[in-house]
């Protein structure tokens, strides 16, 4: 950095980068920065009724391990949305790497999600789809207000891991792990 521009209002900028300088962040900039953020895919499921719900989610993080708690985050416009509720027992499926086409199924706006998906169930009857890369089972905590979203906090009250490797979401898309990335000898 040259010493006029270590004085200059206007950071050094790549031609592949946008900028938002002042003013609010609109949903288009705000999704594009965060498209840069893989994260893994995974779907949730609950019962209703008689009746399974299940829905693609990819905002998912682990939150604390004492108590094991986990968040979902949900579009306030999902239609499973009101299946969801605190107290409702519910499983945390991440998906495997061979699962696009059942992150695409939870994500669309068939009637019967599970028509055709082989899963088995936990002991609240929850489903657990056959083949994910690892499930958690539990109970939703609490309900946070999050803008256009809700922030469901899960507790967790039993986990599996199938050992698969996860399905990754990046910049609107799903994909596929490539090799893992190994330190440079020095």
């Known amino acids: 950095m040259t010493n006029a521009s270590a004085h200059s209002s206007q950071p050094d900028r790549r031609p592949d980068q946008v900028w938002t300088l002042g003013g609010p962040v609109d949903a288009t900039s ?3 920065a965060m498209g840069a953020f893989p994260s ?3 779907v ?3 019962r209703l009724g008689d009746r399974s719900v299940g829905m693609t989610i990819s905002s998912f993080a682990s939150v604390s391990l004492d108590p094991p708690l986990l968040l979902q985050c949900v579009a306030r416009s999902a239609g499973s949305l009101p299946a969801f509720r605190i107290g409702s027992s519910v499983a945390v499926n991440v998906l495997a790497n061979d699962q696009a086409s059942l992150a695409r199924r939870f994500a669309s706006k068939v009637d019967d999600r599970f028509e055709g998906v082989a899963f088995d169930t936990d002991d609240c009857g929850c489903p657990v789809l056959v083949g994910a890369a690892a499930s958690v ?3 939703i905590d609490r309900i946070y207000d999050a803008g256009d979203h809700v922030i469901l906090l899960i507790r967790a009250c039993a986990v599996r891991r199938a050992g698969g490797l996860p399905l990754l979401y990046y910049s609107g898309r799903m994909h596929d792990w490539a090799d893992t990335v190994h330190p ?3």
């Open 30 to 32: 705000m999704r594009n």
């Open 44 to 46: 949730l499921t609950t």
């Open 184 to 186: 440079v000898a020095s």
């Open 137 to 139: 089972s539990g109970f």
């Open 40 to 42: 893994g895919v995974t």
